[in-house]
């Protein structure tokens, strides 16, 4: 089945700082990458996601690269703010397009020091 | 629109005990998916269904079932309980291919 290696497992930054999360996959059929947050005591929500169509997708101060000949895609949060504290997964389809669910990383906690 | 809802909340089960899980999700996605949340294994894929057909099921034992109903109701059930099954049990619906809608999650807790 599909394996997803995230890295890393704790990330602390300073306000105002950038985080980067990064994951690789080991399907090369894959072509959804979504990136779930999740804070505390509350469900996953999507915060983006990119198709393999594309390297790059951003949304204010989120965005994610796709690499697909190395089969790995990053998270990158820019100008980071003590909301952002979280943990955060990333995600691959099980089956074309995610029919068959979603296998995830094990996530990253990201601590956000003010 | 309503997002995903799941019940109860909570609940509390002695080993041995078998327990169902409820899922209702957004009006329209005819998708459900379960998940096992722990911190040591993170969230796991449990089962996928859709129009009332399992699609796809994870590395879990046959204690592990669920069903669909024809209105996209969902719930799963765990047979003889034991300790590692404590967990929070996720549901997640979709419209179409990919974005995923989860539920708050059952925090099961296995005594």
């Known amino acids: 089945g599909e394996n997803v290696e995230q890295h890393p497992s704790t990330l602390s930054v300073q306000e105002g700082d950038s985080a980067v999360i990064k994951c690789t996959y080991s399907?090369?059929?894959?072509?959804?990458f979504p990136w779930y947050k999740q804070e505390l005591g509350k469900r996953p929500q999507l915060i983006i996601d990119i198709r393999s169509n594309v390297g790059e997708k951003k949304d204010q101060r989120i965005a994610v690269t796709l690499n697909k000949t190395a089969k790995h895609f990053s998270l990158h949060i820019t100008e980071t703010q003590p909301e952002d504290s979280a943990v955060y997964f990333c995600a691959v389809p099980r089956g074309w397009g995610g029919a068959d669910g979603l296998t995830f990383g094990k996530g990253t906690h990201l601590i956000i020091q003010p | 629109k309503a997002g995903v809802t799941q019940t109860p909340r909570y609940l509390i089960k002695t080993r041995g005990q078998q327990v169902t899980l409820s899922c209702s999700p957004i009006s329209g996605h005819r998708s459900v998916s379960w998940y096992q949340q722990t911190p040591g294994q993170g969230l796991q894929f449990l089962f996928e269904y859709f129009s009332e057909t399992q699609r796809n099921k994870g590395n879990f034992p046959g204690r592990f079932s669920g069903r669909q109903f024809s209105n996209s109701r969902s719930e799963m059930n765990v047979s003889t309980l034991e300790l590692g099954d404590s967990a929070l049990y996720l549901c997640?619906?979709?419209?179409?291919?990919?974005?995923?809608?989860f539920g708050p999650g059952t925090r099961l807790t296995v005594l």
């Open positions: 399907d090369s059929a894959s072509n959804y």
């Open positions: 997640a619906s979709r419209l179409d291919y990919n974005e995923q809608f």
